[in-house]
């Protein structure tokens, strides 16, 4: 392979990567290039199996907010202060966009509205707010196509106007009225067809402007914005009407068939119910349901929150829960992937939770979490993990334990004093105080001391009067309890029989993982000794120097039995150090 060659792979491996993880403005080589590393552009799946999980909706927004104000531009003199970074891993970090901003806005805005703490991220909107003023959604990129724009414009409408409801302050007024003028003049210069990128994309883009904007329209007394809607969501369905079986289930850049539909329901369908229902009784029936990643490069978490959002819709229009459990499964497929738990989750399902993007984390909260608030109950709180002990983490027999357990809030209201308590081999009581959208750890007073190896449950549960919902309420977990064997032995030359300097690591191999319980060193003649649960174990010797670093495996720790390792190490006669950094000249010990 030659240099040329190389170096053109790499700048190709660059980009690609960049767009895997952003969503500025595309032009149709971009896509072109983006859609051909797809494997099954058209293929309908069915909905994800997975277990039923109990999340605290309120909670989990509030944790996406905190996100959010991670990955803001913080320094006051940079050009981009305010903005919303992409996302968290470093290719990304330094791209700031407009959409990324007011998507946060409205995350921010919507924490403020839940929790009635309009405080925490004021100064985070001020600053956001600083940016899009500095960068207007109706001047992002769009050389090619509107589309940008239009979704950029979207946005705008939706966060100016959550942030007029929750502070009351009509000075974004302007701006959004700006952007709603765009949308409506441009909204004739998205051609709709099946056969490129942007013919593709454009009637999903039109949905978002539709729906956005006829909201905006009713929400700001501007009927001909809400009567412009109606044109452009007319349009839509007519697209859908077309070729529904190919159109509703389709995703193009980082949105969905989902994304047009929401848009036809929440423009025409919502202007006229009866005279929209049988139409949107057929068409939701074929509505794709989700769609799994079929290669690195998807977004198939955007374009499935794009699916929820519409269920959500649909499921209000139609009042059919079949449409509503979709849209909590699709919700909780998504919030399951946060598996670092701070708040973010990546474009694709296949990504590492090094690669939480902010974007559709934002998507996560408006089109997932916030369809769900308003089923909550206005009481309702529950144990959500022990924090110690852990289910994965063995116990020594005859430990002192503290026992802690994270409690939250999954209702609609403040709680203060909650009573919570333990009970199992280890018994104790103590409350917690839940704020809206919060949670609180419970250290229980004393320490479980287990004195026979066993597998020990304990529960935990909290006894709120007024909770609504007791399904929650209750929280088991099975601790595993092992003896403890003391092991010795020793580590010597094996020549002169001298003891060796040397440090030892035990490693416990699994289950429930492989894991590096304990480490000793050597006394001065050689000798260790050290206290283990029972379990197989592998043990790295690391001697000084002129011996070599040696590795014991598969050491059986038995209950009730005697476990002795002796090793025996041989010194080198030549020793290569590796002492810089890789240069040519190397220096050495010799043995006398």
Known sequence: MNLRVILLFAVSSVFFAIQVFSTPYWDEHDFERFQAQRFFPYEVHETPEGPSLNYSYPYQLAEIARFLS???VSDSASPDYGGMREGEHPEVQNIIETDNTQES??????????????????PNIDAAWTYVSRYPAYNEEGTQSPYYRIHNCGWALVA????????GDTSRVIYADSCADYIVTRKDS????DFNFYGRLHPLVAGWGAGALYEYGLFGGRQDYADTALVLGARVADWVDSNSAKRLSDEVWAMSSGTAMWGVVNSVVADDPPGWSAWLRDFAESLQVYEEASSWNDWNNSWNIWYANAFNSIGR??????YADYHRMLTDTLLIQDTDEDGGIPANSMHTDT???SWVSCYLGMMGIEGLI??????????????????????PVGDSVPVAVTAVNYGLSSESGVPIEVAGNFSAATTVDLPVASSDTALFPGFWVPLVDSVYELVAYTSLLLDEDHSNDTLR?????????????????SLSGDGIDAWLYFHRMGPPADTLWDSTSTDISGDFSVNLVTGTYDIQISPTIPYPETTVVGIDVVKDSTVTVDVKLTPASLLIMDDDEGKNYESYYTSS
């Open 477 to 493: 977990v099975s601790i595993t309890v092992l003896p403890v064997v003391t092991v010795s032995g020793s580590v010597k030359d």
């Open 355 to 357: 690669m939480d993007q």
């Open 190 to 193: 998205l051609p709709f067809d």
């Open 160 to 167: 100016c106007q959550i942030y007029e409801e929750v502070y």
């Open 105 to 122: 806005i409205w995350i921010w805005c919507r924490y403020a509205q839940l929790t009635g703490d309009t405080t925490t991220y004021r």
């Open 374 to 395: 308003d089923s909550l109950p206005a009481h309702d709180v529950g144990p959500l993990a022990f924090l110690s002990p852990h289910e994965e983490v063995l116990i």
């Open 70 to 72: 991670v990955w803001q």
């Open 317 to 322: 229009a139609l009042t059919d829960s079949r």
